[in-house]
């Protein structure tokens, strides 16, 4: 397209979306037919000059907001309404959500914590590209599986540098080995020892939460099995958050077990200033209320069913 052409649709684009003139208004002032400036205006949606968001942040719901807040010890919530009835549309906009705000919790020269699991794979792939300088990527547990399972570890930490721009620092193991012996070995290694280290000091964590009903992560994965299952929820756990399981309580459902987990403490989890937790799904109610309740959130992005759901089942 030459740049006669190219300042011609721009200009008609401008006039009819930011001054508001009918096509029929721009016809004449352009000297063309009104059927040309509805091709014009299409050419510019097609090569996207033009972009149309629907913005469903104005259905508001300040009062389910305000309840979470009251209930747990958060610092925002962000509730993204069901407008279209199908889960996993509505788990895109929930991380949508979250990727639009991302820029607000990221600045220079900091330390970026990410999960992984179903809901941070389709996160990754809503994130914008954001200008930042010096930022580092880690992840906050090991990543890889035991079953041909593919976790998609390696391609959200990846997704997540690119989009700020910085360097990325994988965990080369499983995310719970069979001993705790195992894990105080691995967690001796050179790389992962550095990327523990930084943890410490990492300003913005990104995580969701899992459920432990088949078929989660963990179980397809292979660090859970059908026994581990029985034998977890018969003693009262919920699920898992940054691979570490939890009570409904949020605190450590057994601390033999947690001491196999290759990756970032608990305790150093909830000492980091920003901790985003992203979840959609009404079978994840115990699991998010036991992470609330545990204190290991200070922003939440939640769906309104599921919102509304963790409310009704944590009264004050």
């Known amino acids: 397209m030459d740049t006669k052409k190219m300042n011609q649709l721009i200009r ?20 063309i037919s009104k059927s040309t400036v509805s091709r014009i205006l299409k050419t510019a949606m097609d090569t996207g000059i033009i972009e149309v968001r629907i913005k469903d942040s104005i259905l508001s719901n300040s009062s389910m907001e305000s ?22 549309i509505l788990m895109q906009d929930v991380c949508a959500a979250l990727a639009e705000d991302l820029p607000r919790y990221l600045k220079n020269d900091s330390i970026l914590g990410v999960a992984w699991g179903n809901t941070l794979a ?4 809503h994130l914008p590209k954001i200008k930042r300088k010096g930022i580092s990527v880690i992840q906050l547990t090991g990543g890889f599986s035991r079953a041909i399972y593919e976790s ?4 959200i930490l990846k997704n997540f540098t690119e989009c700020v721009g910085g360097t990325g620092y994988q965990i080369p193991a499983p995310a719970m080995v069979d001993h705790a012996f195992i894990a105080d070995a691995l967690k001796q290694d050179s790389q992962i020892h550095q990327i523990l280290e930084m943890a410490e000091s990492c300003e913005t964590a990104i995580f969701s939460a899992g459920h432990l009903e088949r078929p989660s992560v963990l179980y397809q994965m292979g660090v859970i099995t059908q026994e581990d299952y029985q034998k977890f ?17 949020g605190e450590i459902f057994d601390k033999s077990i947690d001491e196999r987990v290759v990756g970032t403490s608990l305790e150093t989890v909830k000492k980091i200033p920003n901790k985003l937790l992203v979840v959609s799904g ?3 109610v115990d699991i998010i209320s036991a992470v609330l309740k545990g204190g290991l959130a200070d922003s ?3 769906d309104a069913p599921t919102a509304e759901e963790v409310i009704l089942a944590n009264p004050l």
């Open 282 to 284: 009404k079978e994840k």
């Open 233 to 249: 929820h018969s003693r009262g756990a919920v699920g898992d958050c940054c691979s570490h399981i939890l009570n409904k309580d």
């Open 300 to 302: 939440l992005y939640i």
């Open 67 to 88: 309840d979470l807040i009251a209930r747990f010890p958060l610092k925002r919530a962000v509730i993204v309404p069901d407008v279209v009835g199908n889960p996993q």
């Open 12 to 31: 008609i684009a401008k006039m009819h979306y930011e001054l508001h003139f009918s096509q029929l208004e721009i016809a004449e002032k352009e000297g």
């Open 122 to 125: 389709v996160l990754a792939k």
């Open 152 to 155: 998609g570890a390696l391609d």
